[in-house]
């Protein structure tokens, strides 16, 4: 051929006729194994204990000489399965029926044998202090776990999450434990676990701060607070002891300052003159420290101990140091330590004679100030701060 060449007509070819009807059955023949190859491979990859990933739609779609139809099958996360089926006749109208998975507009999933033992409303409890969930909670939402592997969490601000929830079995040191995980999508929402069977707890966390329990059983309102003042005061213990404040020397306490019913916690700072005595009260599930007009923690006393009067809220203190002598007087009451009197000599370093002598750092007679300190002595003074050494925490037990 040269570029002025001209070229004209159409050469006809035949196929043979059964050529397009072998091909029409191929291809359903393709498509139908690929939906039982499909949902087999879900299968696999589903997740044991009932609570795994739904299976997405399939669609398949034949074609007729007077009309079209397409098929879905769906799954939806309550569990159900629906197939639909739509006709397109070749007059352009649509009809769309259920077809009945095989029988039945709708076909339900089975209830999850393993969950069984859990399905109902539960209360999500967390500790309301700083102590264990079981010695004083608080109700911050409900979670409702129905059979069919979901479940709903409805938190006390107003959130609400629903999702699958899937039970497993762990055994640790020889000990089974039941785990629910709950999740939120592909994130985990919380665990929670048991080893005794029918419990009404499900503990969620390993530090015993929040847990499940069932509605209806007996700790399912929120417990009292018991004790709990002493699981305050042993933490705060261990937190000082694993502080770079805590010596060999250090000790604490408890004693009733203020005979309110619960005692305070005190902790010895040392043994030497100027290691005062912090105090800590209890409050509304916490240890709160006394602390000074600047904000920072109060430290009372001398050598490690402090004096108080029972049932007459003082706290007292006294030293001789380097010829000083000091006496000294303090209310305690609302949890704040307010000083009343302070008294001084120097007897020790310049003789009688040429003593002076001190209240609340005014200069007096020495009539005045042996009267101020008469009154201190005969007071009914009780030393505490250096009764108990770190690590023996019985009067916290």
Excluded at 107 to 125: D, I, S
Excluded at 236 to 246: I, K, R
Excluded at 354 to 369: C, F, G, L, R, T
Aim: proline share 3%; charged share 20%; glycine share 12%.
């Amino acid at each position: 051929m040269t570029e002025n060449d001209e070229v004209q007509g159409v050469e006809r070819s035949r196929r043979p006729a059964w050529l397009a009807h072998l091909t029409t059955a191929a291809s359903v023949i393709l498509i139908a194994g690929l939906a039982i190859g499909s949902t087999f491979m879900l299968r696999r990859e589903r997740k044991p204990g009932g609570g795994g990933e739904l299976p997405p739609a399939v669609t398949a779609t034949t074609t007729a000489s007077d009309n079209t139809g397409t098929t879905f099958v769906s799954s939806g996360k309550d569990g159900t399965v629906t197939v639909t089926t739509t006709t397109t006749t070749s007059g352009g109208t649509a009809v769309t029926s259920a077809v009945p998975g095989g029988e039945g507009n709708t076909v339900t999933a089975a209830e999850n044998e393993e969950l069984k033992p859990f399905v109902g409303r539960w209360k999500y409890q967390a500790s309301s202090g700083n102590y264990t969930v079981d010695m004083g909670a608080e109700n911050i939402g409900t979670v409702e776990i129905r059979g069919d592997g979901t479940y709903t969490y409805t938190e006390n601000n107003g959130n609400v999450t629903t999702d699958r929830v899937e039970r497993s079995v762990e055994k640790i040191a020889g000990t089974e434990f039941v785990t629910l995980t709950f999740y939120d999508g592909s994130a985990i929402k919380f665990v929670a676990s048991y080893n005794e069977a029918g419990s009404d707890h499900l503990n969620i966390g390993n530090g015993g701060l929040e847990r499940l329990v069932r509605e209806g059983s007996a700790d399912a309102s929120v417990p009292e607070v018991k004790s709990s003042w002493k699981t305050a005061y042993r933490q705060v213990l261990n937190d000082f002891m694993n502080s770079s404040e805590y010596t060999q020397d250090t000790g604490w306490d408890v004693q009733d300052l203020d005979s309110d019913g619960t005692p305070e916690l005190l902790i010895s700072m040392g043994t030497f003159y100027a290691a005062g005595v912090r105090i800590y009260y209890y409050e509304n599930g916490n240890a709160v420290p006394v602390l000074t007009g600047d904000g920072s923690i109060g430290a009372y006393g001398l050598y490690g101990e402090l004096k108080y009067c029972p049932g007459e809220y003082l706290l007292g203190g006294y030293y001789l140091n380097k010829g000083y002598e000091y006496y000294s007087t303090a209310k305690y009451e609302g949890h704040k330590v307010t000083p009343l009197q302070t008294t001084m000599n120097n007897v020790g370093i310049v003789g009688e004679d040429a003593a002076e002598y001190y209240i609340n750092e005014i200069e007096v007679s020495k009539e005045e100030h042996d009267a101020a300190v008469a009154q201190w002595n005969v007071k009914n003074w009780v030393s505490a701060g250096r009764q108990y050494t770190f690590g023996d925490f019985s009067p916290l037990s």
